[in-house]
């Protein structure tokens, strides 16, 4: 069983930054692709950054420039820098790893069937 462990949110005053952290543990195909997605609330859930097995990271707009999504496989443990952090990047995160995730134009796209994190908050104030 795949399990995925968030660490890293807070509060922190728009402008600021902050690292969340993504541990995962269990058997993953080496071919699976991760990301990062989060939901506002009374909104539903998006994606927003995804890298897959070889390391290709994409984005969507709403965080190009300002977000980093890196992976480290020795320790297996995703990673988010976020940078310039505005009211609207308000939400719970989540991480998940699955067959397919990526961003294309703009938006992001998930196969059906993802591993998903328990999710950590993040909350910037103006």
């Known amino acids: 069983q795949v399990q995925l462990v968030e660490s890293g949110g807070g509060s922190v005053q728009a402008g600021g930054s902050l690292r969340l952290s993504c541990t995962a543990s269990g058997p993953m195909y080496s071919t699976y692709s991760m990301g990062w997605f989060r939901q506002a609330p009374g909104k539903d859930r998006e994606g927003f950054a995804a890298i897959d097995s070889d390391g290709t990271v994409s984005y969507a707009d709403s965080v190009k420039g300002r977000f980093t999504i890196s992976k480290d496989n020795a320790t297996n443990t995703l990673s988010l820098q976020m940078d310039g952090l505005e009211p609207a990047d308000t939400a719970m995160y989540y991480c998940?790893?699955?067959?397919?995730?990526?961003?294309?134009?703009?938006?992001?796209?998930?196969?059906?069937?993802?591993?998903w994190g328990q999710g950590t908050r993040v909350t910037v104030s103006s």
């Open positions: 998940a790893a699955g067959p397919l995730i990526f961003c294309a134009g703009g938006s992001c796209y998930r196969s059906d069937a993802l591993y």
